[in-house]
């Protein structure tokens, strides 16, 4: 019973027992901040790219495309497993503001609407039509043609970040040239000079997608329209990509393995297609490889603060390690009286190693509660510096998030809170010892006091 | 000298040295004492005579170079770790000359602790009450009972004194080995600590105290006096 009773007295009587418990405090308080908003970022990026590009993606990256897509798409969904899916192309514009002077080239995606919007989230990234995607593309004159655009394209934000939507839709409309591709890859050409379509665009919507280089440099078309423009509506019409929905609970990696199985029986099926050399430059993999190029170097920095924060961990054994030593030096007059009342070796471990543990959790308990306060609060208290000293800890106007991720998991916390509690352990383990084998009739001898 | 039957402590032979740089400073030289159950017995000698050193020995604090230590009959040498310290804890309970209280602990968890010490968690749950219960006669009998929730720094020296032998007295052990108990005390308050022992012995306690105040060790019923450790009188 000593062995719990003394490490309380110890641990509520001892000024440097605080000093312990701050300094594990304050590194839980740290980790579990910093991994909090980090893996926020990670998870909310990771989670912004799957609800863009659903589950699977067949695509190609030449600009040509390949054909027999929507023989491809029947044939997916008689299966069991795909809940929907939807041509894509992407290309590259010449687009003309006609409500400035402004002319860019920008990525231009056609997408089916109808079929768009079941296999992703793009109609929750709408503005106006957020409430009926299915005339994402009506503008407010109805028989015109209709864009929508990337929310950075054509909407301003506060220097918070909020966008400054307008109550109307504006009327913007946009001219918008491209150059048609031959199935070999060549330009159009009209006698010696090269091809160019244009159309006039009408707006109608914004997207934000959360994603800033998406919702900066892309406008979104009519799948039809745009597969005219680029020359992809010849009798082999042609699709750049097609996004694919996979059933509620299936396995996102051993469905987009059955349908990269699929597409290469399909196209071993349809080797006698005019346009089957096309089907060589198409691939098939699950969101997250197809953007892997984005997602990787963000879950590598995830890895890096997860090695930075071992190191803190090493920090907190080392304190620890300090003021237990401190403490056992000063406890040594103790630690020979414990001995002399016919305490063990072992008991005197078990006292300090209670202490060590009473250390770690109440560290940890605090640490944990600051930095959940902290995190609760984390964007009001940021509200208020950019208010008072014009702070931000991202420009908004530059990066495309949101508020600060303030949720954290309970297994962060649970891992955080034992990994203390370890370092607690091993930190005290090594002076713990030494108390353990330190002679009574050495510490107790009148001319060592 | 002592009937052999009723002797509860003894050595024969008992020598101690310590490193004393490239040199070695021999403390005790072949010291043989046999104590009898009930005595009172003061070693006194000059400072560095060997006579703390000699205390530690009988009561299992330190091991001698040679020599041996018998309590009960049973060589001290040959006790393991787990008896050794039983030992320590409930067949010898020790006073020493600076108190050796524990700061954080009030009065009462002061005394109680030589019981928790020898109890597991479970013992400690059933014998809590009867061990409080006997601390708070102990403290009665040194007249300490209005202290109990006091910290040791809130105790005058012959009071903490006083606890600590309560403390020693807790688990009823059949020696108490005091080692210049009153060496930090006023002579009034040494005196009264001496006769707290006087009454220990009268009620059949054994009590072996090391002194170098000759006034201190003529109440004791016997002297043993060590000079450049060896027995010079007994």
Known sequence: MYDIILPIRFFLRRRITILAVLAVAICVFTVVVVMTVMTGLVKDYTQKNHDFYGDCIVWTDSLVGFGMYEEFIDELQKTDFVASASPVINSFGLVQMNFGDGSAALTLMGIDIKRHIKTTNFAQTLYYRAAAPELAFVPEDENLSGCVTGVDLTTERTKRGTYIQKTYVPSYSYTITCFPLTPKGAIVKTGTAMAANSKIFHYSDNSNSGLAKVDSSVVYLPFEQLQKLCGMDTTAKRAGAIFIKFTKNSNITVCSAKVAAMWRQFTADNSNFALADLFKNVSVADWKTYRRDTIAPMEKEQIMLILLFLLVGLITVFIIFVIFYMIISRKSKDIGILKSLGISQTGVVRVFLHLAFMVGLCGSAFGIVFALAFLVNANRLEGWLFAQFGFQLWNREIYAIGEIPHNAGAFLLIIVAVSAMVACLLGALVPTLGAAKMKCVDVLRVNKL | ?234
């Open chain 2, 1 to 234: 000298m002592t009937n052999s039957n009723n002797c509860i402590l003894s050595c024969k032979n008992v020598c101690k040295s310590y490193k004393m740089g490239a040199g070695k400073l021999e403390v005790l030289r072949g010291v043989g004492i046999t104590i009898g159950r009930g005595e009172f017995v003061a070693i006194r000698g000059a400072s560095g005579s060997g006579k703390s050193t000699l205390l530690h020995i009988l009561g299992a604090l330190d091991s001698p170079d040679k020599g041996e230590v018998f309590f009960n009959g049973n060589n001290i040498a040959e006790f393991g770790g787990r008896k050794i310290n039983e030992f320590r804890g409930k067949k010898v309970g020790f006073v020493f000359q600076f108190y050796h209280l524990l700061d954080e602990l009030t009065v009462l968890e002061n005394v109680l602790l030589a019981k928790m010490a020898q109890s597991s968690a479970f013992g400690w749950l059933t014998c809590r009450i009867s061990a409080k219960k006997r601390a708070m006669e102990l403290l009665e009998r040194m007249g300490l009972s209005e202290r109990i929730g006091h910290r040791p720094f809130q105790l005058s020296g012959g009071e903490r004194q006083r606890v600590a032998i309560a403390r020693a007295l807790m688990n009823e052990p059949e020696l108490i080995l005091a080692d210049e108990p009153t060496g930090n005390l006023d002579s009034q308050t040494g005196n009264g600590i001496l006769k707290v022992f006087e009454e220990l012995h009268s009620a059949g306690q054994t009590i072996v105290m090391v002194t170098h105040d000759e006034k201190i060790a003529s109440g004791a019923g016997r002297v043993i006096k060590l000079t450049d450790g060896k027995i010079a009188a007994d």
